[in-house]
């Protein structure tokens, strides 16, 4: 009962906080003159991702290192398949290739990355360092490119900011910020704890329910951001959400997470095993990421861009492609349906 009592508080202060804070915060940014293009790059962007930092902080700050890293790869394949799966099948979408190609490439990229550091285990300080540059370094390109030259991506991002329309005094913005604050911390401390006795009383991993339960309750906000975008007719505002947020995801909360509580995805259970083995060569090292993970997130970029980038619409069927795709990978990783090599 009490556990079920955190993970539930959890997901309400989440998603309570990260909306008080990204309207507080867009509201003051307002009043001293930002941009809307700016804050579409950066505070809906950092302020949509924040319940996943603070989540994954959380966990490593307890030593709870398969909810973190679980929550980052179950809140990117969460956006894609889920939130805009769910949005697609309420009603199909039109999208802009255009608006999306850069933001989308660069995802990409940065998936491939991440590949990389979980292949050679280097989630150190020196990685951490490296993340954040490299997302300092694309949000200040992407800002000058965009107000040079007007771009469609520019477009897109000023429309992320749009939709938080609200003009409120600064009062309310600075409570609301400080509100919000408080909910991510305290509702990121409950469904950490309330995800590590799920995991004790499931008899799984933690990093399984990090994939499922912590990513679902951390992405929340972009699944009701998302879900009102395209109700609005503005689909593309909701692609370039979550690819924002899932950039935001790797190189951010990673980052930030190696920055303070560097981490190995090896099993220190696994005897003999030395560190250095590369962490997803299985049977020599047992990893916390299966290779289940790795196909669901790449899986869900393959599909996403065959989606978006043919015919110009997301259909429902395609929105229910992607929620069955979901659906089957965290039914893989409860091992209620068999797995290929994890």
């Not at 539930?8 to 009043?31: C, T």
């Not at 099948?89 to 850069?102: C, E």
């Not at 800002?143 to 991002?157: K, P, Q, T, W």
């Amino acid at each position: 009962m009490m556990m079920s009592l955190l993970i539930l508080g959890g997901f309400v202060l989440l998603f309570a906080g990260g909306e008080s804070l990204v309207r507080g915060s867009v509201g003051i940014a307002r009043k001293v003159g930002m941009s809307e293009l700016v804050i579409g790059l950066t505070l809906v962007g950092f302020g949509t991702s924040l319940p996943e930092l603070v989540t994954s902080l959380q966990a490593l700050s307890e030593g709870a290192v398969g909810l973190s890293i679980g929550n980052v790869i179950g809140s990117n394949v969460a956006n894609i398949m889920l939130v805009i799966g769910a949005a697609a099948f309420v009603a199909a979408i039109t999208t802009a290739p255009k608006a999306l190609a850069r933001d989308g490439a660069f995802m990409v990229a940065v998936t491939a990355l991440f590949a990389l550091i979980v292949w050679i285990d280097g989630f150190n300080r020196i990685t951490g360092i490296a993340f954040t540059s490299l997302l300092v370094v694309y949000l200040v390109a992407s800002i000058v490119l965009d107000r040079r030259n007007n771009s469609a991506a520019g477009e897109m991002h000023q429309g992320e900011a749009e939709e938080f329309e609200h003009d409120d005094p600064v009062l309310v913005s600075i409570l609301l910020t400080l509100g919000g604050i408080a909910g991510v911390i305290f509702g990121a401390r409950f469904l950490v704890e309330g995800g590590s006795d799920a995991a004790r009383l499931l008899g799984v991993s933690e990093t399984v329910i990090g994939v499922s339960i912590v990513a679902i309750g951390t992405s929340l906000p972009e699944l009701v951001t998302s879900v009102m975008a395209a109700r609005k007719g503005k689909a593309d505002v909701a692609l370039g959400n979550v690819l924002g947020s899932n950039v935001f995801n790797i190189l951010g909360i990673l980052g930030v997470s190696a920055i303070v509580f560097p981490f190995s995805l090896i099993e220190t259970s696994a005897e003999g095993v030395p560190l250095e083995v590369a962490a997803m060569q299985f049977g020599q090292a047992a990893s916390m990421v299966t290779w289940t993970d790795m196909g669901a997130i790449f899986l869900s970029l393959v599909l996403l861009f065959i989606f978006a980038f043919t015919g110009r619409r997301l259909a429902r069927w395609e929105g229910g492609v992607l929620l069955t795709a979901y659906f089957l990978y965290i039914g893989m990783r409860f091992d209620l349906i068999p797995t290929f090599g994890g």
